[in-house]
Nanobody, 121 residues
Framework: QVQLAESGGGLVQPGGSLRLSCAAS????????MGWFRQAPGKERELVAR???????TYADSVKGRFTISRDNAKIAVYLQMNSLKPEDTAVYYC???????????????WGQGTQVTVSS
C-alpha cells in the first residue's frame, strides 16, 4: 500500500513562492523515487522534478534555478520549493512515487490526487 497526500497549492502573484508537500503512507513497499509532475490546461503531464533514492535530482529545463526538490526519507515525504513563479507555471501538480513491493523486483507508479497552482496577477 502506497498513498500520497499533497498540500501547499494555491494562488500566488508572479514572482511569488509556494512550497508543495507530499507525505507517503507506505506499507510493504520500498520507495525508490519521489517527485512532482504537472499538467497545464490543454497540455500533457510533464515531469517537474524528481529525486531518486541515490540522491540524483532531475528538473525540467523550464524550472531549473527556480524550483528545488527535497526529500525526507525518515518521514517518506517530498517537497517542492517553487520560487520566482511565472504564469506559465500554472498547472495541477501531482506528487509521484516509484515503489517496489517488499521482496519483489517490479516497480510501480503511484500518484497523488493533485493540487492546483495558479500564478496570476
Amino acid at each position: 500500500q502506497v498513498q500520497l497526500a499533497e498540500s501547499g497549492g494555491g494562488l500566488v502573484q508572479p514572482g511569488g513562492s509556494l512550497r508543495l508537500s507530499c507525505a507517503a503512507s507506505v506499507s510493504g513497499f520500498d520507495i525508490n523515487a519521489m517527485g512532482w509532475f504537472r499538467q497545464a490546461p490543454g497540455k500533457e503531464r510533464e515531469l517537474v522534478a524528481r529525486l531518486t533514492d541515490d540522491g540524483t535530482t532531475t528538473y525540467a529545463d523550464s524550472v531549473k534555478g527556480r524550483f528545488t526538490i527535497s526529500r525526507d526519507n525518515a518521514k517518506i515525504a517530498v517537497y517542492l520549493q517553487m520560487n520566482s513563479l511565472k504564469p506559465e507555471d500554472t498547472a495541477v501538480y501531482y506528487c509521484h512515487a516509484a515503489a517496489t513491493r517488499a521482496y519483489h523486483i517490479l516497480t510501480r507508479d503511484y500518484w497523488g490526487q493533485g493540487t492546483q497552482v495558479t500564478v496570476s496577477s
